[in-house]
């Protein structure tokens, strides 16, 4: 087994797929740092990890620090840290931006699409979460930025990874029985999925950096 493996291996990883939109430009969303969102997502959980996933469209995430990152089509952002941010259609949106009755969406479990927004280009998103272990994930998340994305629709796996999701989530949606259990399991693999993607594209250097060795544990 590979080191990163090997370190993944003793990190308990419980995901879920939590909110489904489909805006039109322009739009923004608030998310709050993460220890506030567990209490709605994930009560008890010591550590959130958040990610979104771009179907559609285009789209901006801001932490609040200055950071931001520009997404496009097959892009999944994570914030692994649980940075408060921003995520919008474009820089410039006017803030504070409207619920848009997101919150009460997300309590219910309501993963039918949202639509909102302004009416112009449409980008439709998938977010999700993970809990884990702030002790035992120290080795894989310490070394990682506030926030980081990577393209999934580079090869059949990725691909097959956001079209079983996309599958899953309007499955969800038809309270087909079983379609919740088989989402929360693709959602942890495409956590897994876009972290070992993201640190195979870092120079050696960096790799070492972000503690993804075994001599670190």
């Known amino acids: 087994m590979d080191a990163f493996s090997e370190i993944l291996s003793g990190v308990r990883l419980n995901g879920a797929v939590y909110f489904n ?18 209490a709605t997502v994930a009560p008890g959980a010591e550590h959130l990890v958040l990610y979104h996933l771009l179907i559609e469209g285009n789209a901006v995430i801001e932490l609040q620090e200055g950071l931001s990152v520009q997404l496009q089509p097959g892009d999944v952002v994570i914030v692994p840290h649980g ?10 949106v006017p803030r504070p931006y409207p619920n848009y009755g997101i919150t009460a969406k997300v309590k219910s479990r309501d993963l039918t699409p949202l639509q909102a927004g302004g009416g112009g280009e449409t980008s439709r998103l998938v977010c999700g979460y993970m809990t884990c272990d702030p002790y035992l994930s120290r080795p894989v998340l310490s070394g990682l930025p506030p926030v980081f994305k990577v393209n999934i629709r580079t090869d059949r796996s990725g691909q097959w990874l956001e079209s079983s999701i996309l599958h899953l989530v309007e499955e969800a949606t038809s309270g087909r029985v079983g379609s919740e259990a088989m989402l929360a399991k693709l959602s942890e ?19 070492k950096s972000t503690r993804l060795n075994s001599s670190h544990t």
């Open 189 to 207: 693999a495409l956590f897994v999925d876009t972290l070992r993607r993201y640190v195979a594209t870092l120079p050696e250097q960096d790799r």
């Open 83 to 92: 940075d408060a941010h921003h995520m919008s259609s474009e820089k410039g």
């Open 21 to 38: 939109a489909e805006f039109s430009a322009p739009w923004g969303v608030s998310a709050q740092e993460s220890r506030v969102m567990a």
